[in-house]
């Protein structure tokens, strides 16, 4: 799956949905799909709230989800400020908590920032 998503809330409510339906028509186990759907969810609302404060409508993030055996992969690319999901401590007064639990349910997560964009990569090993 490949998409480019604006960043606005109701764009990424829809890719979720596209998402769940994806990972069902291949037939990802139903709890690596969840896992893979949860870290999404939290990861592109957090782009969307945080990335990019001026005209957050012209900016896309671009989603490349991959399902091959035993695994799912999942990149994400924006153009926002450098942001790090890997890292857990606070910031700015606030504890992270939703990406503390996806830090948790991904069996690998990385971060880059290149190119001046935040690519972050995941994997969520299949549990059939």
Known sequence: ???????????????????????????????????????????????????VKKHPEKHFIDIHIRSTEPMVTVLLKDDGRPFNPTLLETQNGIEHLGLRLVNGVCSQIKYNYMYDQNMVYITVYNNK
Not at 13 to 38: N, R
């Open 1 to 51: 799956m490949n998409i480019s998503v604006r960043l606005t809330h109701d764009d990424v409510g829809q890719t979720l949905q596209e998402i769940a339906s994806f990972l069902k028509s291949c037939e990802v186990a139903q709890s690596t799909a969840y896992y893979v759907q949860l870290c999404c969810e939290e990861l592109l609302y957090n782009i969307v709230n945080y990335a």
